[in-house]
């Protein structure tokens, strides 16, 4: 028959991959936790309306990349091509800004944007991201980055970047926009099609375009921070005054406008040299109108969040040390079996990880198949055995072996790996 394929730009994530991508999830989960935040759980499916309220109707994602179909009663659904709006709305529906006096959440999921494939970029990827709601303070800003800054160190990610820039507020923003395109105002028809929409709709985007032919017509444009309003340019003078306290390294890039319409003020990103063209690993910023904007109270909020593949593929998967598994069980004929079925049943009770070859085979077969699964210690189980009432018990380690009576084996386990675990 056929073999069925996977849809392109959509990836599997393999056992050997998985359990890296685990690692990472923990750690992200270790390091946001001790700077105070919670998890949120958000779900794939949204309104659609939801995007194109937030996101800007003229972004590329929702022009040409959000997945949206009729649902069975004619609503229209989006699987979520980001994660902040979705966080945003669940802020706004359950009123959380009521439980608490400020909120720090952070989600870990797929998100779905139907763009060209290519390395780095999938049509379903996976963010780690933060939001914090309640704070206008740069000092928070300065904290996030500061906890990315950190994490990144803790995977030892190397040659990551941090870029900010400030593009000010519904106050200063006008006169930036009207700089600009008195700026490109002659150098329209040289623009890509894209840019020439953006000139009339916003035309910040032109400075975010991918294209290198409009970043090299963009050379000489207006600059954001010549344009900030004194309380903006506070605010990014304060943010940066914190990185330093903080000890993180930065530096200011006045392009960085973000490619979604709520942002205000800060937006930075993070990106690395050894990723090519798609070289932002995490990208965010201040959106101070979007919970308003989405029929919440006024509150200021910022977030960010990081593409999960880009950052795999900025990590050394061999720093990770995987034990697949504690103990296998190699039995020889029925009787054996059963004793190897009972012996696991056991371990796995006392947390120990244990598996056992149901299908049998040869002893060589048997002990092949332990060395794959990396195996500690396997226990071997034969007729000899059996009548002795022992199991042998080898080290794969150091291949020392011995002899020890079934009944007591499990307890001798538990003996090793309780002093493994402990400290
Ligand atoms: P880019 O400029 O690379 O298209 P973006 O501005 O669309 O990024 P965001 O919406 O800010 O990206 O998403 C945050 C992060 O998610 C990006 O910095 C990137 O690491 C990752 N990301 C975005 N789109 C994809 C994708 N299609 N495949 C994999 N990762 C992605
Ligand atoms: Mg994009």
Redesign the pocket.
Known sequence: MAQIQGIKGVKDVLPDEARVWQHIRNKAREIFHTFGYSEIIIPVLESSELFLRSIGETT??VEKEMYLFDDRDGKKIALR??GTASVVRSFVEHNLSHSLPFSKLYYIGP?F?R?RPQA????Q?Y?I?AEVFGFASPQIDAEMLSMLDLFFNSLNIKGVELQVNSIGCPICRPAFREALRNFFSDKLSNLCDNCQRRYELNPLRIL?C?SPHCHAIAEGAPKTLDYLCDDCLKHFNTLQDCLKLAGVSYNINQRLV???DYYTRTTF?FVSGSLGA???????GRYDSLVEELGGPPTPAIGF???????FSNFDSSSVAVKLINVFVAALGDKAQEKAFQIINQLHKKGISAITDYDGGSLKSQMRKADKFDSEFVLIIGDDELSKGVVIIRNMKNKAQEEVPITMIVEKLEGIFKTHDSP
């Open positions: 590329d994602i091509p980001e998100m944007r763009e780095g970029r999938y049509r990827f963010q991201g975010d991918k973000r490619g979604l990103e798609q070289n932002a690993v995490a990208a965010g969040s990081i593409g999960f593949e880009r950052l």
